[in-house]
């Protein structure tokens, strides 16, 4: 990828539990189970990078597969933001069907102790090296550790930030705003 490419490439930042993870309530799982098709799909136990701890991943493969088409298109490249670090690569990829994908930083990264938020730095150091990149940031947190003066701040015009509930995570409405600003100029 030429350096050209790599400035005007959009980065979409992906945190995992809360927007690929969902946690249905116990009050909509039942829901489901009356006989209305269920959005998710319950996944098989994958073990977590830093605690080793196996999680069942709740999941809409429907939302996962346009995730995957915008990403293999090259108009957006997904980057993991999440607790989850560079273990989202393992089992947790292959069970919802992404490919490999680079990593923003890591929760246990020095450089990011004693900070309010990792995240938001390792999302602010990652656009300082990709000056002039347009990015998307998908996290269940963002209204919980900024502001939204802050968050206006981090986002400028070149960003887009969608804060999911963590019952549903990333919906395919999310994606039609997403799609939306990918494609605009």
Request: a negative charge.
């Amino acid at each position: 990828m030429t350096a050209t490419e790599e400035k005007t490439k959009i980065f979409w930042f992906l945190d995992v539990d809360g927007v690929i993870n969902a946690f249905p309530t116990h009050k909509n799982r039942s829901k489901y189970k009356r006989g209305r098709a269920t959005p998710f799909y319950y996944g098989t136990g994958v073990y977590g990078s830093l605690d080793n701890f196996m999680y069942k991943i709740n999941y809409d493969p429907t939302v996962l597969e346009r995730m995957r088409a915008l990403h293999e298109s090259g108009k957006v490249e997904l980057v993991w933001l999440t607790t989850w670090g560079a273990g989202a690569n393992g089992g947790l990829r292959t069970l919802v069907g992404l490919p490999e994908l680079r990593v923003a930083g890591e929760m246990e990264d020095p450089k990011y102790r004693g900070l309010h938020w990792w995240k938001d730095q390792a999302l602010q150091d990652w656009m300082e090296e990709h000056p002039g990149a347009r990015f998307i940031w998908t996290d269940d947190h963002l209204s919980m550790y900024l502001t939204e003066e802050e968050l206006e701040q981090r986002l400028g015009t070149d960003g887009l930030a969608i804060c999911t509930p963590e019952t549903t995570g990333l919906t395919h409405e999310d994606l039609d705003r997403i799609e939306e600003f990918i494609n605009a100029e």
